[in-house]
């Protein structure tokens, strides 16, 4: 019998962020902060593959919680950042709930274009609205931590512990739930629906919870990057954010709860590096990876590690 070795990973990287950011430079905190947000974003990919269904339109949820978490800003002076976080997973969750309704219906190609352009309307809808700041969007207030604002290098090393620890909890809880009756669902489902149904499962309501589930982490993770860059727009619900959520995806392989971090990670640092030596043609080294990814490790990078998991167990 395999041992399950996720909760002791998931403590061990949370200790080792928590301790070696705090001596990082203010850059690589900040990096690593949105490395980790995007890794939270891809989390609530996970379950949607899992099922055989890609999302092309996550940053619906994304771009909804950043602007959840800057308008009670705005408009009711909120700036504490667990109250950010509440507003941007509650509203991507109400959505998210509705829409889900829709979604849940369609598979293959039809899921991943449909929730694509609900992303796009959003991004339609924003760009229009002159008081939300149309293409140029709006600063975020400063955030807080339970009425108190953070001071010099440790605004940047606060901001990377709270993303760590929300990254630790939401990947464990996910965990958890993967490992019950209807997170197992997820691979039935991919393989044979029909057995599925047939069998007294639903798969229409299982593709409807993990789609809300996705959506929350979404919120979560644009409002943590909202509050993070301090500067919300449009742009965070285009296509091609979405897309790059997608190829962190695919760069991590679904295999862990710990993968999407991962993905998230090597994906920052090679964009950065990519951008900084080769600004005009930083998109071929991204492809270039993911080709190599994609021919060598067709389960990701998390593939390497699971394969050394297994063998010691």
């Excluded at 509203?91 to 694509?116: D, M, N, P, Q």
């Excluded at 997170?183 to 029909?194: H, V």
């Excluded at 679904?254 to 990670?265: D, E, K, M, N, W």
Aim: hydrophobic content about 55%; proline content about 3%.
């Amino acid at each position: 019998m395999t041992r399950d070795r996720t909760l002791s990973i998931i403590i061990a990287a949370l200790a080792g962020v928590l301790l070696v950011g705090f001596f990082l430079p203010n850059w690589a905190k900040f990096l690593l902060t949105i490395a980790l947000c995007k890794g939270l974003l891809v989390l609530g990919l996970l379950p949607l593959m899992r099922t055989g269904l890609v999302s092309f339109g996550q940053a619906l949820y994304y771009c909804l919680g950043a602007y959840a978490a800057g308008g009670i800003g705005i408009g009711f002076g909120i700036s504490d950042i667990f109250l950010m976080m509440l507003a941007g997973g509650l509203a991507s969750g109400v959505l998210s709930f509705i829409l889900g309704f829709l979604l849940a219906k369609y598979r293959s190609i039809f899921f991943g274009l449909l929730s694509l352009a609900l992303s796009m309307i959003l991004y339609g809808v924003l760009v229009k609205s002159q008081s939300l700041g149309s293409t140029d969007g709006f600063n975020i207030v400063p955030f807080t931590i339970f009425g108190m604002r953070p001071e010099g290098s440790m605004v940047r090393y606060s901001m990377l512990a709270i993303c760590a620890l929300t990254c630790g909890v939401a990947a464990w809880a996910l965990h958890r739930y993967l490992g019950t009756p209807l997170g197992l669902l997820a691979r039935a489902i991919r393989d044979n629906e029909i057995r599925v149904e047939y069998m007294g499962g639903s798969a229409r309501y299982a593709i409807h919870v993990i789609y809300v589930i996705g959506a929350v982490l979404a919120g979560v993770a644009g409002a943590l990057v909202g509050a993070a860059v301090g500067h919300i727009d449009p742009e965070m619900s285009y296509w091609t954010q979405s897309g790059e959520f997608v190829f962190i995806a695919i760069l991590a392989g679904t295999g862990s709860v710990i993968a999407p971090f991962l993905g998230a990670i090597v994906f920052g640092v090679i964009h950065s590096f990519a951008f900084d030596f080769s600004p005009n043609t930083w998109q071929m080294v991204l492809g270039t990876a993911l080709f190599l990814i994609i021919v060598f490790l067709p389960n990701g990078l998390w593939s390497l590690f699971g394969r050394r998991l297994r063998a010691r167990a």
